[in-house]
């Protein structure tokens, strides 16, 4: 007979008699667990991205100074995509003797793509309640034009009124309340109209040398789109670039990029717990194995028949396990997500099938990779263990197996982690756990062992098991250990990700900029706060520069050719500002941040700006500023936290320099939404003052940040139930000793409560030093990951050590005791005749 | 095989010597054992408990090394072969019955005696699995697990097993130390029944005297020596 037919034979007679139990348990658990994570952040990340995506209007923007080429929106269409265009434009509107510039978006039938543009038929949003603003159906009529707020204050709209639009009339017909992709930028915070593309020819406002975006739209499935990412990439001119929601908006890239991590995170530790638990499982797999592998050498089974035999069991083995474990994870991810439908208002996106690819692929390497090698050491058992059933197999041969294990979860870590530096800090610091906890168990078991003399009863009994179980005990202690901390982390990790996007966006996070601001209005616009009961806000002073050389070199736009981006900001001015102390989002990355009271011409630059144009520390930046030169130094690199919506500036220098120069003020701040009228007044009081409404944006944020911690806090239930795998393994791996040790006590007369006391002070032990270990550990990582991977505000929490001890001792006892209740039923003659 | 095989003795050893280190001390366990069994012979090695019965067997068997001296199994020199030339080389021509069984617990009654013939890829291994169960008495038994039979019940299947690949030469470990005697007189009579029916070779290892009188030869062991 062949060996896979054979193996196949094994497998199935095997787990007909349940001897798989533990192993396809801790394999199912595992894959599931890495399943169900997958699948669930899968469609959180696409709902999430598709939800962001409202804010650009689109999942994916071709931006162009030119008029598109048709083979864009052409592809995007071949690709199932839906496509719409936009063209931006800068004009004049007049109504009657008003003139107000104004920023029209001519836009075809399909806008927007994402999100919905609101609107309401008064003359303001203020007087308009929630139920009286409405979602647009479709886009204005041609020879309408639908305008925002602002407009309509300023050039004393209502709808039916009609505008000059260029060389054409167009007539108002609704007020724009929310746009989804409203700028919260500061380049286009003016007012705002919306008209249909079939008018803007007739508006004559495109001449030579108009400052016009086009736009094209893309939405579709992700695949699709970043399909067309990658074909459309090459074919960008220098005119021409491209814009996902993660290009346009910092705050929102840096949020869903810190929750893709923490979902890795937590698929990582199920890959942990299940490596443990197969470990672990695999041990009672391999004593239970090795009387019918002497059995099978000594009725002529060769080594290598045992060793195909084996590689095609386990491989079948992993392919059925993974298998149901995928399925289980599918149907898992289906009840989490309908349960969470309730929660989350977004439809979530039917996943893709990578997760399934990706747990099957994880269940076949931890099981080879930690399952096979002590495996395949079988093949040697000694077939003269059939006559003498005190020859086994060395520990050294199961130890050496176990680097096979590390190996393969080592490079699965780096794999799931999709991030390098996060990879290899969870592999070194759990191959040191490892090492560490596994001298130090055994250092530890020697250590409580000599004590025994001294303890009473049941501890002594204890203590003498775990002496004798040293193998077993080490192996046990350290993957509870590497289990719980793999918990604790996450732990730790996800109270400190959450509560930090909780204070970097609070709800009262500034949700109005105020921009504009001038000397002379500072003390009546505090009164004004002052009057409406509302916190005056710390006012920014602004100066506008355009920067002109560097370390004395002149520079123009034509120098960035190369890179749209950088040459925007060479073109448009740059707002400086200056300040003594360094802002709470703020942080030195590179140089350090001046002494007070410095006379020095110094500058402090953004460091993804410092990148963009290219200039390091050290480099003197020139700034045209209202025609005079000014020149500081770079001294500092700073890294700005983008999450908190703050007043932020990229380019600071210190007081003192600057002060000569035109200044305005710019400031933000928080209003309620029951005293959203106060800003219209602000309007009305300050007319030059721009109000930038960022509301919208942060209420999107936090929803997704509420989100986020939602399905953060599911996804975890799920680790935890690998924890309990890693524990049932734990519990199981010496289920057979101890049905032999009861069976020899009881003949010896002791009672059960005797026995399971001693078990219950083993059990406690064990616990103890498993919680010990992974407290330990939790710390060390938990630091490690928050500081350098996640960027968090780590905090020691000194609890942890309380919490991985108490779990430690109470989980492993009340697991042991529940697991080894039939060992103390099993009678003893039975178990004694068994063993023969 | 070849003809001139037929007359040579189907095992025979060259001065056997086993010795072990206990630390500190070289423990002698088999001393120059020089013994010969020929076809269709059944031979009773019997000694006292520690009288080294079972490292011999072991032996015998090439399922240990020893430290000096020849096995000489079917004309082969059985340790100058390697270990999985020695394992193909069992299951070719040795049967075996141990004490303990040694059925595999997961496996059922019928499956337990196909192993050895799936092992050696021999065609329809159930029926003749079945056939011998049914010998034995088990017919009804087939599908039962180890666990499901007594202990007389499985050192039957044990003996199903041990002639499923119609061995040459059959090797017992105290068949019937985990019996009680009536059950395990019953088993030797089958032993022996099946010895006859299918001309096998026996070596028997016991301590049991009345049960050594069933072979034609006893052969003695006492401290590792052959006692003639």
Same mark, same amino acid.
């Given at each position: 007979?062949?060996?896979?037919?054979?193996?196949?034979?094994?497998?199935?007679?095997?787990?007909?008699?349940?001897?798989?139990?533990?192993?396809?348990?801790?394999?199912?658990?595992?894959?599931?667990?890495?399943?169900?994570?997958?699948?669930?952040?899968?469609?959180?990340?696409?709902?999430?991205?598709?939800?962001?995506?409202?804010?650009?209007?689109?999942?994916?923007?071709?931006?162009?100074?030119?008029?598109?080429?048709?083979?864009?929106?052409?592809?995007?269409?071949?690709?199932?995509?839906?496509?719409?265009?936009?063209?931006?434009?800068?004009?004049?509107?007049?109504?009657?003797?008003?003139?107000?510039?104004?920023?029209?978006?001519?836009?075809?039938?399909?806008?927007?793509?994402?999100?919905?543009?609101?609107?309401?038929?008064?003359?303001?949003?203020?007087?308009?309640?929630?139920?009286?603003?409405?979602?647009?159906?479709?886009?204005?009529?041609?020879?309408?034009?639908?305008?925002?707020?602002?407009?309509?204050?300023?050039?004393?709209?209502?709808?039916?009124?009609?505008?000059?639009?260029?060389?054409?009339?167009?007539?108002?017909?609704?007020?724009?309340?929310?746009?989804?992709?409203?700028?919260?930028?500061?380049?286009?915070?003016?007012?705002?109209?919306?008209?249909?593309?079939?008018?803007?020819?007739?508006?004559?406002?495109?001449?030579?040398?108009?400052?016009?975006?086009?736009?094209?739209?893309?939405?579709?499935?992700?695949?699709?789109?970043?399909?067309?990412?990658?074909?459309?990439?090459?074919?960008?001119?220098?005119?021409?670039?491209?814009?996902?929601?993660?290009?346009?908006?910092?705050?929102?890239?840096?949020?869903?990029?810190?929750?893709?991590?923490?979902?890795?995170?937590?698929?990582?530790?199920?890959?942990?717990?299940?490596?443990?638990?197969?470990?672990?499982?695999?041990?009672?797999?391999?004593?239970?194995?090795?009387?019918?592998?002497?059995?099978?050498?000594?009725?002529?089974?060769?080594?290598?028949? &045992?060793?195909?035999?084996? @590689?095609?069991? +386990? $491989?079948?083995?992993?392919? =059925?396990?993974? #298998?149901? *474990?995928? %399925? !289980?994870?599918?149907?898992?991810?289906?009840?989490?997500?309908?349960?969470?439908?309730?929660?989350?208002?977004?439809?979530?996106?039917?996943?893709?099938?990578?997760?399934?690819?990706?747990?099957?692929?994880?269940?076949?390497?931890?099981?080879?990779?930690?399952?096979?090698?002590?495996?395949?050491?079988?093949?040697?058992?000694?077939?003269?263990?059939?006559?003498?059933?005190?020859?086994?197999?060395?520990?050294?041969?199961?130890?050496?197996?176990?680097?096979?294990?590390?190996?393969?979860?080592?490079?699965?870590?780096?794999?799931?982690?999709?991030?390098?530096? &996060?990879?290899?800090?969870? @592999?070194?610091? +759990? $191959?040191?756990?490892?090492? =560490?906890?596994? #001298?130090? *168990?055994? %250092? !530890?078991?020697?250590?409580?062992?000599?004590?025994?003399?001294?303890?009473?009863?049941?501890?002594?009994?204890?203590?003498?098991?775990?002496?004798?179980?040293?193998?077993?005990?080490?192996?046990?202690?350290?993957?509870?250990?590497?289990?719980?901390?793999?918990?604790?982390?996450?732990?730790?990790?996800?109270?400190?990700?959450?509560?930090?996007?909780?204070?970097?966006?609070?709800?009262?996070?500034?949700?109005?900029?105020?921009?504009?601001?001038?000397?002379?209005?500072?003390?009546?616009?505090?009164?004004?706060?002052?009057?409406?009961?509302?916190?005056?806000?710390?006012?920014?002073?602004? @100066?506008?520069?355009?920067?002109?050389?560097?370390?004395?070199?002149?520079?123009?736009?034509?120098?960035?050719?190369?890179?749209?981006?950088?040459?925007?900001?060479?073109?448009?001015?740059?707002?400086?500002?200056?300040?003594?102390?360094?802002?709470?989002?703020?942080?030195?990355?590179?140089?350090?941040?001046?002494?007070?009271?410095?006379?020095?011409?110094?500058?402090?630059?953004?460091?993804?700006?410092?990148?963009?144009?290219?200039?390091?520390?050290?480099?003197?930046?020139?700034?045209?500023?209202?025609?005079?030169?000014?020149?500081?130094?770079?001294?500092?690199?700073?890294?700005?936290?983008?999450?908190?919506?703050?007043?932020?500036?990229?380019?600071?220098?210190?007081?003192?320099?600057?002060?000569?120069?035109?200044?305005?003020?710019?400031?933000?701040?928080?209003?309620?939404?029951?005293?959203?009228?106060?800003?219209?007044?602000?309007?009305?009081?300050?007319?030059?003052?721009?109000?930038?409404?960022?509301?919208?944006?942060?209420?999107?944020?936090?929803?997704?940040?509420?989100?986020?911690?939602?399905?953060?806090?599911?996804?975890?239930?799920?680790?935890?139930?690998?924890?309990?795998?890693?524990?049932?393994?734990?519990?199981?791996?010496?289920?057979?000793?101890?049905?032999?040790?009861?069976?020899?006590?009881?003949?010896?007369?002791?009672?059960?409560?005797?026995?399971?006391?001693?078990?219950?002070?083993?059990?406690?032990?064990?616990?103890?030093?498993?919680?010990?270990?992974?407290?330990?550990?939790?710390?060390?990582?938990?630091?490690?990951?928050?500081?350098?991977?996640?960027?968090?505000?780590?905090?020691?929490?000194?609890?942890?050590?309380?919490?991985?001890?108490?779990?430690?001792?109470?989980?492993?006892?009340?697991?042991?005791?529940?697991?080894?209740?039939?060992?103390?039923?099993?009678?003893?003659?039975?178990?004694?005749?068994?063993?023969? | 095989?070849?003809?001139?095989?037929?007359?040579?003795?189907?095992?025979?050893?060259?001065?056997?010597?086993?010795?072990?280190?206990?630390?500190?001390?070289?423990?002698?366990?088999?001393?120059?054992?020089?013994?010969?069994?020929?076809?269709?012979?059944?031979?009773?090695?019997?000694?006292?408990?520690?009288?080294?019965?079972?490292?011999?067997?072991?032996?015998?068997?090439?399922?240990?090394?020893?430290?000096?001296?020849?096995?000489?199994?079917?004309?082969?020199?059985?340790?100058?072969?390697?270990?999985?030339?020695?394992?193909?080389?069992?299951?070719?021509?040795?049967?075996?019955?141990?004490?303990?069984?040694?059925?595999?617990?997961?496996?059922?009654?019928?499956?337990?005696?196909?192993?050895?013939?799936?092992?050696?890829?021999?065609?329809?291994?159930?029926?003749?699995?079945?056939?011998?169960?049914?010998?034995?008495?088990?017919?009804?038994?087939?599908?039962?697990?180890?666990?499901?039979?007594?202990?007389?019940?499985?050192?039957?299947?044990?003996?199903?097993?041990?002639?499923?690949?119609?061995?040459?030469?059959?090797?017992?470990?105290?068949?019937?130390?985990?019996?009680?005697?009536?059950?395990?007189?019953?088993?030797?009579?089958?032993?022996?029944?099946?010895?006859?029916?299918?001309?096998?070779?026996?070596?028997?290892?016991?301590?049991?005297?009345?049960?050594?009188?069933?072979?034609?030869?006893?052969?003695?062991?006492?401290?590792?020596?052959?006692?003639?």
């Amino acid at each position: 007979m062949n060996h896979f037919k054979l193996s196949l034979r094994m497998l199935h007679r095997d787990w007909r008699a349940g001897e798989l139990n533990v192993l396809l348990l801790a394999l199912i658990i595992a894959v599931s667990g890495i399943a169900t994570v997958g699948f669930f952040a899968d469609r959180v990340e696409s709902a999430l991205a598709r939800e962001s995506n409202q804010l650009l209007g689109a999942d994916l923007l071709v931006i162009s100074s030119q008029p598109l080429p048709e083979q864009y929106a052409g592809e995007a269409q071949r690709l199932g995509l839906s496509v719409s265009s936009l063209t931006k434009l800068a004009s004049m509107i007049s109504n009657g003797d008003s003139n107000l510039l104004t920023e029209i978006k001519s836009v075809t039938e399909g806008y927007p793509l994402r999100g919905r543009v609101h609107l309401a038929n008064q003359s303001s949003p203020a007087s308009a309640t929630e139920a009286e603003i409405r979602a647009a159906d479709g886009i204005p009529q041609p020879g309408a034009i639908w305008v925002d707020e602002k407009a309509m204050i300023r050039l004393d709209l209502k709808t039916g009124d009609v505008v000059d639009v260029g060389v054409t009339q167009l007539t108002v017909t609704e007020l724009v309340v929310r746009e989804p992709d409203h700028s919260v930028g500061f380049i286009n915070m003016g007012p705002r109209a919306i008209i249909n593309a079939a008018d803007l020819e007739k508006t004559g406002l495109i001449q030579e040398g108009s400052r016009v975006s086009y736009q094209l739209l893309i939405a579709g499935e992700p695949h699709a789109v970043q399909q067309f990412r990658d074909w459309a990439k090459p074919q960008l001119t220098k005119a021409q670039r491209m814009e996902g929601i993660r290009d346009a908006r910092p705050e929102i890239k840096a949020a869903l990029e810190r929750s893709e991590k923490f979902l890795s995170l937590a698929a990582l530790a199920s890959v942990v717990l299940a490596a443990a638990a197969i470990a672990l499982a695999v041990r009672r797999f391999t004593q239970r194995h090795l009387d019918g592998c002497a059995v099978m050498r000594s009725l002529g089974a060769s080594q290598r028949q &045992l060793f195909y035999m084996y @590689v095609y069991y +386990f $491989i079948a083995l992993g392919m =059925i396990a993974s #298998g149901i *474990g995928c %399925l !289980l994870g599918f149907a898992a991810q289906q009840i989490l997500t309908h349960w969470l439908t309730g929660l989350v208002e977004t439809e979530l996106p039917w996943p893709n099938w990578l997760p399934a690819a990706q747990g099957l692929l994880v269940g076949l390497v931890l099981l080879l990779g930690f399952a096979l090698p002590p495996v395949l050491n079988l093949r040697s058992v000694p077939a003269l263990r059939v006559l003498r059933r005190d020859i086994g197999l060395s520990n050294a041969h199961s130890m050496a197996g176990y680097l096979l294990g590390l190996a393969a979860l080592s490079l699965l870590f780096i794999w799931k982690a999709q991030d390098l530096k &996060l990879g290899l800090y969870i @592999v070194t610091g +759990f $191959i040191s756990a490892i090492a =560490i906890f596994g #001298g130090l *168990g055994w %250092l !530890l078991i020697r250590v409580l062992a000599g004590l025994r003399h001294q303890a009473g009863g049941a501890w002594r009994y204890g203590l003498a098991s775990i002496r004798r179980r040293a193998v077993s005990s080490v192996l046990q202690a350290v993957a509870l250990g590497l289990g719980l901390m793999a918990l604790l982390v996450l732990t730790l990790i996800q109270d400190d990700l959450i509560d930090d996007w909780h204070t970097s966006l609070p709800p009262d996070a500034p949700n109005h900029f105020l921009v504009n601001i001038q000397a002379d209005q500072l003390q009546p616009l505090q009164e004004f706060f002052q009057q409406h009961a509302l916190e005056p806000p710390r006012m920014y002073p602004m @100066v506008r520069g355009r920067l002109i050389k560097i370390n004395g070199k002149e520079v123009s736009a034509e120098d960035y050719a190369d890179d749209l981006h950088a040459e925007r900001h060479i073109r448009r001015e740059f707002n400086l500002t200056w300040a003594d102390e360094l802002e709470a989002d703020n942080q030195v990355v590179q140089g350090a941040w001046w002494d007070n009271g410095t006379q020095k011409a110094e500058l402090s630059i953004e460091e993804g700006i410092a990148k963009t144009i290219r200039v390091k520390l050290g480099d003197e930046l020139t700034y045209d500023i209202a025609g005079s030169h000014f020149s500081a130094k770079i001294t500092n690199v700073r890294k700005i936290d983008w999450d908190t919506f703050r007043v932020n500036f990229f380019v600071v220098v210190p007081p003192g320099l600057l002060e000569n120069y035109p200044a305005s003020y710019i400031t933000s701040f928080y209003v309620p939404p029951t005293e959203i009228h106060r800003v219209h007044e602000l309007v009305k009081a300050f007319p030059n003052i721009l109000v930038v409404d960022v509301a919208t944006v942060i209420g999107q944020v936090q929803q997704m940040i509420q989100q986020v911690s939602q399905a953060i806090e599911f996804v975890f239930l799920f680790t935890l139930l690998a924890g309990f795998a890693v524990l049932y393994a734990a519990i199981a791996a010496t289920q057979d000793e101890r049905i032999f040790e009861a069976a020899i006590f009881r003949a010896l007369g002791a009672r059960r409560e005797q026995l399971s006391r001693a078990w219950a002070a083993e059990f406690a032990i064990l616990g103890g030093l498993s919680g010990l270990f992974a407290s330990a550990g939790a710390s060390a990582l938990g630091y490690v990951i928050g500081k350098h991977v996640l960027h968090l505000n780590y905090t020691f929490n000194p609890w942890i050590w309380a919490v991985g001890v108490s779990i430690g001792v109470i989980g492993v006892l009340i697991a042991g005791l529940l697991g080894t209740r039939s060992a103390l039923s099993s009678p003893p003659l039975l178990t004694l005749r068994k063993i023969g | 095989m070849s003809d001139n095989r037929v007359n040579q003795p189907i095992l025979w050893t060259q001065a056997l010597t086993k010795q072990v280190n206990t630390g500190d001390q070289q423990l002698t366990i088999l001393q120059d054992i020089e013994l010969q069994v020929n076809p269709g012979e059944a031979v009773a090695i019997i000694g006292a408990s520690g009288s080294g019965k079972s490292t011999l067997l072991g032996l015998l068997a090439g399922l240990d090394l020893p430290t000096s001296g020849k096995v000489h199994l079917d004309a082969v020199d059985i340790f100058s072969l390697d270990e999985d030339s020695r394992a193909a080389l069992r299951g070719r021509i040795l049967g075996f019955v141990f004490q303990s069984f040694q059925l595999l617990p997961a496996l059922t009654a019928i499956e337990n005696v196909m192993l050895p013939l799936e092992l050696a890829a021999t065609g329809n291994a159930e029926t003749t699995a079945r056939r011998l169960l049914e010998r034995v008495g088990l017919g009804q038994r087939l599908h039962h697990y180890p666990k499901q039979l007594s202990g007389g019940e499985q050192q039957r299947v044990a003996i199903a097993r041990a002639f499923a690949t119609d061995p040459k030469l059959l090797l017992a470990d105290e068949p019937t130390g985990n019996l009680d005697s009536a059950t395990g007189v019953q088993i030797i009579d089958l032993m022996f029944e099946l010895n006859r029916e299918h001309g096998t070779t026996l070596v028997l290892v016991t301590h049991d005297e009345a049960l050594s009188r069933r072979c034609a030869r006893q052969i003695r062991l006492a401290d590792g020596r052959l006692v003639r």
